[in-house]
């Protein structure tokens, strides 16, 4: 059976169904009327669970790539509070199961100048790919991951503007993963001395008497203050004058330092500067850069800029300017520290006010991974082009965003691809990607029949959430051929098209 063209015909016939719902959403817009199914879980949500279940259902989504019946049944004997704390604490979490698997990815971390050595580099990208999609679906450390690769969409860099293929690995071990979960000072300072960063942004053209703006620019709008955070031009002149001689190694003879940090003295611009009414003395040299790191992080723009950009991803598109506010002081009163600004977000607010948010395609593709306990056996081969292919496909590769925004994280930018998602599905639940096994027999376990398949498909993947119009709609499929292991298939694919999974 064309699971593409059931798939797209009962939608639409849910669709129809759904058109006498006078309820206009953010949801509708998602694969045209078939989106009141999302406002049919909420309401499901809302009377299927008591308050505080809800609330920690909440938690689960927010905090992790993918709900799953593990991580609620933690939250659930730990408390909501105590279950926060325990993911705000990622080394105090055993980790050591993900940590054999990426055992045979070598290339993490690697030295530029090694990587440069490499015959073909295209190896240590590609198992920095893959080491993005393993983390998200397996660690432990489910909020540092989250956080890891929030902080790579704010610290864009494209991996094939110019030399990153070979600077990114090293960039992403000792700049991104380090700085996570720690003080935002530090991880902007990790980023404005990192090579790949300066390459990326054009950084070792800027030179006294010939500035180049262009990091400079970024630094100030997408880094920390935001594009309507109170600097001017000249303040962007200013910051770009004392970032003149801030560069890297730049040649195959400067041996293993090569793309690391160097600051250039004879390129620096030594004259005295003013950024944001700060006064820079003349005289002084890689200094100046320095206190444009603490004059930025220290800024009540960049607080409120970063506990927004905070806000939207864990709590929702528009969080409330109640909470921003909190947060923001949260930023100003602990000097940007990150857990805390992580810990108000959960806490100040009743988690149910929350909207939900629509699952980006690397969101959707790791949390598929996880409700069917998909087994990613990359040993012996350390890459899964298929799978690479798929994110491709969907509009997400990880680090192959080429403008310095980072990915959107707006549902109007993602909900134009749903064929991609449900091809997704489809491949992912007929064992089409390489080196991904989803045993559905182990799913099933000793349901057979189409009741007891659908429960088993609304406990493990939606934990009981599923509408009541989905769930008649997989029931009706999979009572066409209960005994078939492709229904079965199907089924979970199904399942992963709905639109109810499109969110969390």
């Not at 949500?45 to 019946?69: C, H, I, M, Y």
């Amino acid at each position: 059976m064309d699971v593409g063209r059931a798939l797209i015909g009962k939608l639409a016939e849910l669709d129809r169904a759904s058109r006498s719902d006078s309820i206009l959403s953010r949801r509708r817009l998602l694969f045209g009327g078939a989106a009141a199914l999302g406002a049919l879980a909420g309401r499901a949500k809302e009377a299927n669970a008591a308050p505080s279940q809800a609330q920690l259902r909440f938690l689960v989504d927010r905090l992790t790539f993918g709900w799953t019946q593990e991580e609620q049944t933690l939250a659930e004997s730990l408390g909501y509070h105590q279950y926060l704390e325990h993911h705000l604490n990622p080394s105090g979490i055993d980790d050591s199961a993900l940590a054999n698997r990426l055992s045979s990815y070598q290339y993490l971390g690697l030295l530029p100048y090694l990587a440069h050595l490499l015959v073909n580099v295209s190896l240590a990208y590609y198992q920095l790919y893959e080491a993005a999609v393993l983390r998200a679906t397996y660690s432990k450390r489910q909020l540092y991951e989250k956080m890891v690769e929030f902080w790579s969409d704010h610290f864009n860099i494209f991996l094939f503007m110019g030399d990153c293929a070979w600077v990114k690995n090293w960039e992403d071990e000792h700049v991104i993963r380090p700085h996570a979960m720690g003080k935002f000072r530090d991880l902007l300072s990790a980023s404005m001395h990192s090579g790949c960063m300066l390459h990326y942004l054009n950084n070792e053209l800027s030179v006294v008497g010939n500035q180049n703006e262009n990091y400079a620019r970024e630094l100030l709008e997408l880094h920390t203050m935001g594009v309507d955070g109170g600097y001017t031009q000249q303040d962007v002149v200013e910051v770009a004058r004392c970032l003149t001689g801030w560069s890297f190694y730049r040649y195959y003879s400067d041996g293993p330092l090569i793309k690391m940090f160097r600051f250039v003295p004879q390129n620096h611009d030594y004259g005295p500067k003013t950024v944001l009414g700060h006064a820079i003395p003349a005289g002084q040299g890689i200094e100046d850069g320095e206190m444009v790191c603490n004059i930025l992080a220290s800024h009540p723009s960049t607080a409120r800029f970063i506990s927004t950009k905070l806000c939207k991803k864990f709590w929702s598109e528009n969080p409330p300017s109640s909470l921003v506010d909190a947060v923001t002081a949260t930023y100003l009163a602990t000097d940007g520290d990150i857990k805390s600004m992580l810990r108000t977000i959960f806490t100040t607010l009743d988690p149910l006010t929350a909207d939900p948010k629509f699952k980006r395609p690397f969101d959707l593709a790791v949390s598929s991974l996880r409700v069917t306990n998909a087994n990613y056996d990359s040993t012996g081969n350390p890459v899964s082009q298929a799978m690479l292919d798929q994110l491709i496909s969907m509009g997400q590769l990880p680090f192959n965003w080429a403008p310095p925004d980072g990915y959107p994280d707006r549902m109007d930018f993602w909900v134009g691809l749903p064929l991609a998602r449900w091809n997704y599905g489809a491949a992912l639940l007929n064992n089409q990607i390489q080196s991904v096994i989803v045993d559905v027999n182990q799913f099933f376990g000793n349901a057979t029949t189409a009741d007891a398949m659908v429960n088993r498909i609304n406990l493990k993947m939606f934990g009981g959430l599923l509408s009541s119009e989905e769930r008649l709609l997989i029931r009706d499929y999979l009572a066409t051929n209960p005994g078939s292991e492709t229904t079965r298939r199907e089924a979970i694919s199904l399942a992963i098209a709905a639109p109810t999974f499109q969110w969390y």
